[in-house]
């Protein structure tokens, strides 16, 4: 039994743009959706699908995005883990990989870029840095 999809989610994406393929499958949750959305719409993935493998089991198909035959996503890191819970303010968000890469967060308008967090001025949850 998988106990964090978020982690293995990150993990694959992480492990298919590193062997240079064009898509990868991702067990599907809710969270995880909201996660690739953001991703989707910061620019780091080419979108995604829903699949069903077999009755009750759901994946998400990912097309991943490359630009001259680098992937776009060179780092994902969880920072929040099941034991450590990691919290930010709207204040305390720093630029990540001196701007060229984003925090992805929990708050409570949902799942937001660390841009869309600022822009709105709230915190939450470091789910993972992306860069």
Not at 55 to 77: A, E, T
Request: include cysteine; charged fraction near 25%.
């Amino acid at each position: 039994m998988m106990n964090d999809l978020v982690a293995d989610c990150l993990a694959r994406l992480r492990n298919a743009g590193m062997r240079g393929h064009s898509d990868c499958a991702v067990r599907a949750s809710i969270f995880v959706k909201k996660i690739l959305d953001v991703l989707v719409r910061e620019g780091y993935l080419e979108g995604y699908a829903e699949k069903e493998e077999r009755k009750g089991v759901k994946n998400f198909v990912v097309s991943l995005r490359y630009h001259r035959n680098k992937p776009v996503i060179s780092m994902l890191q969880r920072v929040s883990k099941l034991g450590r819970r990691v919290y930010k303010s709207s204040r305390s968000l720093r630029p990540l990989n001196n701007g060229l890469g984003i925090w992805i967060l929990t708050t409570s308008h949902g799942v937001l870029s660390d841009r869309e967090a600022l822009k709105l001025g709230v915190g939450g949850e470091v789910v993972c840095g992306v860069y």
